[in-house]
């Protein structure tokens, strides 16, 4: 059965930081290109980081220099760190896997940025 769990979200004050994970199970997880979407209330889901097969990585404009995305093969994990965070990033986190034109999508979780 294939499953991407993902956890780390929470509340968090501006400035601070948070890392989110995303478990895989029931697929070849080092096959896929991996990626972090967020959608905030109101808004169209939107992509905010992407790591490939061979590490390769990609950031929205939003996020570049305070987002790293990172994946651990031999946990079957995909991680998203997140500083400097703000108000703006307040969302539902996303993981997607990516193989071909078919892929799989994580329940969510929720990143709250207020003070």
């Known amino acids: 059965q294939v499953q991407l769990v993902e956890s780390g979200g929470g509340l968090v004050q501006p400035g601070g930081s948070l890392r989110l994970s995303c478990a895989a199970s029931g697929f070849t997880f080092s096959n896929y290109v991996m990626k972090w979407y967020r959608q905030a209330p109101g808004k169209e889901r939107e992509l905010v980081a992407t790591?490939?097969?061979?590490?390769?990585?990609n950031y929205a404009d939003s996020v570049k220099g305070r987002f790293t995305i990172s994946r651990d093969n031999a946990k079957k994990t995909v991680y998203l760190q997140m500083n400097s965070l703000k108000p703006e990033d307040t969302a539902v986190y996303y993981c997607n896997a990516i193989y071909g034109i078919g892929g799989y999508w994580g329940q969510g979780t929720q990143v709250t940025v207020s003070s």
């Open positions: 790591i490939r097969v061979g590490d390769s990585t």
